[in-house]
């Protein structure tokens, strides 16, 4: 059975900071991408980051480059996010997914992804 579990939401002011986790099993890592898409109440789902779990390249969305960074440890099946200079319009329901890149690479962004499963989510709330 896939399961992927995200932790490490929380309320933050403005400027801060947090590193959210997702614990994946049931799949071997290597063979997929692991990506983090977040949702807003109201909003469709945005892919935020991914990373290739054979050769660790990433992908970020423009709206968090240099601010967020993903990394992953393949010894614990553990993919990170870093959130640095968090903005109230960060605020959404992480989710972290199983990835298969459909076409292109994964540079080329979420729109050539496809999330086979994701976990129930984290949340962030970043206040002003």
């Known amino acids: 059975e896939v399961k992927l579990v995200e932790s490490g939401g929380d309320a933050v002011q403005a400027g801060g900071s947090l590193r959210l986790s997702c614990i994946a099993s049931?799949?071997?890592?290597?063979?997929?991408?692991i990506g983090w898409f977040r949702q807003a109440p109201g909003k469709g789902r945005e892919g935020v980051s991914c990373i290739n779990g054979s050769d660790n390249s990433t992908y970020y969305a423009d709206s968090v480059k240099g601010r967020f960074t993903i990394s992953s440890d393949n010894a614990k099946n553990t993919v990170y996010l870093r959130m640095n200079s968090l903005k109230p319009v960060d605020t959404a329901v992480y989710h972290c997914?199983?990835?298969?890149?459909?076409?292109?690479?994964?540079?080329?962004?979420?729109?050539?992804?496809?999330?086979?499963?994701w976990g129930q989510g984290t949340q962030v709330t970043v206040s002003s």
């Open positions: 049931g799949f071997t890592f290597d063979d997929y991408a």
């Open positions: 997914a199983q990835v298969t890149i459909i076409s292109g690479t994964i540079e080329d962004g979420d729109t050539n992804y496809l999330y086979e499963n």
